[in-house]
């Protein structure tokens, strides 16, 4: 008999539904866990599996950076115009084994990209196995539809990205290229600015990050995520857009004319060292760099390319003796014509000995012996730190490559014959982009500036690098640069250099004319020279400094026939372009030069 109050075991047991509830919520845990999963797949990585689920092209748009920019600017409207950029390109490709009449496909398909049917025909038929061929490489979007509307069995496309250079015959030794990789199906830049600065424009290619199975399977609803590419950074240049082709098309016209094996030019600003324009003759283009026969055409020879300069050195030489107050500008030398040393006798130019002249009127001339007596005032050991301080016989670290730094290692050689031709630009080597801006230290007020060719990189996120003007030395003091200005002004009104002159302008500047050394080592070649001309403009404030380069003319033999010409034709255009007025009659005389009171071991006055 049950007691009253006191529950039965069958009471203490949970009630059936309940069971049931306790019993679902369990089986609902796993449901809910996919079901949150899914919801995490479809809204916050929806972008990752959207792009896994497209097909390879939308895929790869996610995982390849794109290429950065090459700018321009130009003075006129200040627009940025590209040297380089990229286009849609296709590689039409061929599954031999898929195609049931690979010999009509062949005849069908070759008028469409261009290709002979019969080399069509021998590629589609020697392998009746072939898994695959290459029929055009860097196909048009125009010429890839052509193609795709006619339903070609066993052919494909793949959409890559090419390379686009729009402005034809502006240096491509400037700009370089871009070229296969290391890397299978890899591009990398290449000499110029493409191979300077190619990781920051190729940018950072993506990456997938996927969970596989044992059998290494992507698992659908394992953790996957796409790491996005990051584009590459634009390059805008200090490169005027204008004055580059200017340049270009001056500089291929003389080298024509004068048969010449080829020729340089390069502009810069010698107050920031900014590079306006940089040309040389003969280039390459950058879109068929693989037609290029030498390589060593692609190296850039205003940076690259050193060689004896000749009389431009001259100006280094003056500019020393006048700072170090050995000499002046009247400072007077007996010119005999020539000078025993080492047992070499060295000669001006011309052969002739020109009596008592002042420094002014030896520059006019152009005398070898006017240098050697200066750098003998100066002694070996003073020359040689004037020659280091205008930054010769090391790179400028301008930011092209590879660069050359030139050889002024005959200086520490015993003797005195090594120093004496040196101070007229021989035995020594120099790059145009050392001469350029040497020169503009002696314009500018003494101060060598490093020569710089890129504006500012504009990086994928927005942000802006400029770049900075940079002194690197002072070899000489601003009297110095007024009264070597001076002296060059009258080389152009009075010497060799009156073919670089403009009108209604006080232009500064020197010829130089040098040997070229025989393969030997032993002398100098006969008949062969290199006409350079170094100057600026106006000369009291320059706006510009330009070297112009002529490497062995084959119808004149002095500089002052080939260089100075094209420089007085560059010369008026830059005037005219960058708008500065006219400051003098054409009449009027040159300025004159202020003698500077020195001593010499020659008791002339000075």
Request: proline share 7%; hydrophobic share 40%; glycine share 10%.
């Amino acid at each position: 008999m049950r007691r009253f109050g006191t529950p039965s075991r069958r009471e203490n047991r949970p009630a059936p539904q309940a069971r049931l509830r306790f019993l679902g919520f369990f089986l609902c845990l796993p449901l809910l866990a996919v079901m949150l999963r899914l919801g995490y797949l479809q809204i916050l990585e929806h972008g990752t599996y959207a792009a896994l689920a497209s097909d390879q092209h939308d895929l790869e748009a996610k995982l390849l950076p794109e290429r950065g920019k090459i700018y321009v600017r130009d003075e006129v409207d200040n627009k940025l115009y590209p040297l380089a950029t990229n286009r849609d390109s296709w590689l039409i490709y061929a599954v031999p084994r898929n195609m049931k009449d690979p010999v009509a496909v062949a005849h069908d398909l070759a008028p469409l990209v261009g290709k002979p049917d019969v080399d069509l025909v021998t590629m589609l038929t020697r392998d009746p196995n072939d898994p695959y061929e290459v029929v055009l490489k860097n196909a048009t979007t125009v010429v890839m539809q052509a193609v795709k509307e006619k339903s070609f069995e066993g052919l494909g496309f793949l959409k890559v990205s090419a390379r686009l250079y729009p402005e034809k015959g502006v240096s491509g030794q400037l700009i370089g290229f871009v070229g296969p990789g290391d890397a299978p199906n890899s591009q990398i830049g290449k000499y110029g600015i493409e191979g300077a600065f190619n990781e920051l424009l190729a940018g950072k290619p993506g990456s997938i990050v996927a969970e596989k199975d044992a059998s290494g399977r992507r698992l659908t609803i394992g953790e996957s995520h796409i790491q996005a590419a990051v584009n590459g950074s634009d390059v805008v240049l200090t490169i005027d857009r204008t004055i580059q082709f200017e340049a270009c098309s001056q500089i291929k016209e003389a080298v024509e004319r004068h048969q010449a094996d080829d020729g340089s030019i390069v502009v810069m600003d010698p107050n920031t060292g900014a590079i306006m324009a940089m040309c040389s003759f003969p280039d390459f283009d950058p879109t068929e760099y693989g037609k290029v026969k030498d390589i060593g055409d692609l190296n850039n020879p205003v940076v690259f390319t050193a060689y004896e300069p000749g009389s431009i050195f001259k100006s280094f030489t003056m500019a020393a003796g006048i700072h170090a107050e050995k000499i002046g500008p009247k400072t007077t030398y007996i010119d005999t014509g020539s000078e025993e040393i080492d047992d070499f006798t060295i000669r001006n130019s011309d052969g002739k000995a020109h009596g008592l002249q002042t420094m002014t009127q030896a520059i006019d001339e152009s005398l070898n012996t006017a240098t050697i007596f200066v750098q003998r005032l100066l002694g070996k050991d003073s020359f040689r730190n004037y020659v280091d301080a205008f930054g010769f016989g090391k790179r400028t670290e301008i930011e092209l490559s590879p660069e050359g730094k030139g050889n002024v290692s005959s200086l520490v050689k015993k003797g005195s014959i090594w120093a004496a031709t040196a101070s007229y630009g021989q035995g020594v080597t120099a790059t145009p982009i050392q001469l350029v801006a040497g020169y503009a230290a002696l314009a500018n007020g003494g101060k060598l500036m490093r020569p710089y060719i890129v504006d500012e990189i504009i990086h994928p996120d927005g942000t802006r690098e400029r770049t900075k003007p940079q002194v690197v030395s002072t070899p000489v003091d601003p009297r110095t640069s007024r009264l070597i200005s001076g002296m060059l002004v009258s080389a152009v009104e009075n010497g060799h250099g009156k073919r670089a002159g403009v009108p209604g302008y006080w232009v500064a500047g020197k010829t130089g004319t040098a040997q070229v050394a025989r393969g030997d080592g032993l002398g100098y070649q006969k008949d062969v020279t290199i006409g350079s001309f170094v100057g600026f403009a106006p000369a009291s404030d320059p706006r510009f400094i330009m070297l112009i380069k002529i490497n062995h003319p084959k119808d004149v033999q002095w500089a002052e026939s080939s260089a100075a010409p094209l420089f007085g034709t560059m010369a008026k255009f830059l005037l005219t372009y960058l708008k500065v007025p006219p400051e003098r009659n054409i009449a009027e005389p040159p300025p004159v030069v202020v003698p500077v009171s020195t001593s010499t071991n020659t008791g002339a006055e000075s």
